[in-house]
């Protein structure tokens, strides 16, 4: 019922800037929690940012704490995550996800490469 297509993702040097978007089908996106994971080669896919369906409420991992920002335009159907201050350790495939209580669905991701 709800596909995702995530962009955005490139290669940038450390302390640069991306913005992922994330677009949304469907007419029910604005029941969804959104949410942000990433995952590098050989590790678990983590949690980065999630927000409420309203847009009101934030949570981010400690790790990108006071660099991302996670935002959503419910008349779009798209979610973002403006990615500043970019560290090395921020490399990974990073996948939108919609869901309730739980995740529920998934997009193919989009590769961010943090490099000199």
């Known amino acids: 019922q709800v596909q995702l297509v995530e962009s955005g993702g490139g290669l940038v040097q450390p302390g640069g800037s991306l913005r992922l978007s994330c677009a949304a089908s469907?007419?029910?996106?604005?029941?969804?929690?959104m949410g942000w994971y990433r995952q590098a080669p050989g590790k678990q896919r983590e949690l980065v940012a999630k927000?409420?369906?309203?847009?009101?409420?934030?949570t981010y991992a400690d790790s990108v704490k006071g660099r991302f920002t996670i935002s959503r335009d419910n008349a779009k159907n798209t979610v973002y995550l403006q990615m500043n201050n970019l560290k090395p350790a921020d490399t990974a495939v990073y996948y939108c996800?919609?869901?309730?209580?739980?995740?529920?669905?998934w997009g193919q991701g989009t590769q961010v490469t943090v490099s000199s």
């Open positions: 996800n919609a869901g309730t209580s739980v995740p529920m669905y």
């Open positions: 469907g007419s029910i996106f604005s029941t969804y929690v």
């Open positions: 927000i409420s369906s309203g847009g009101a409420r934030t």
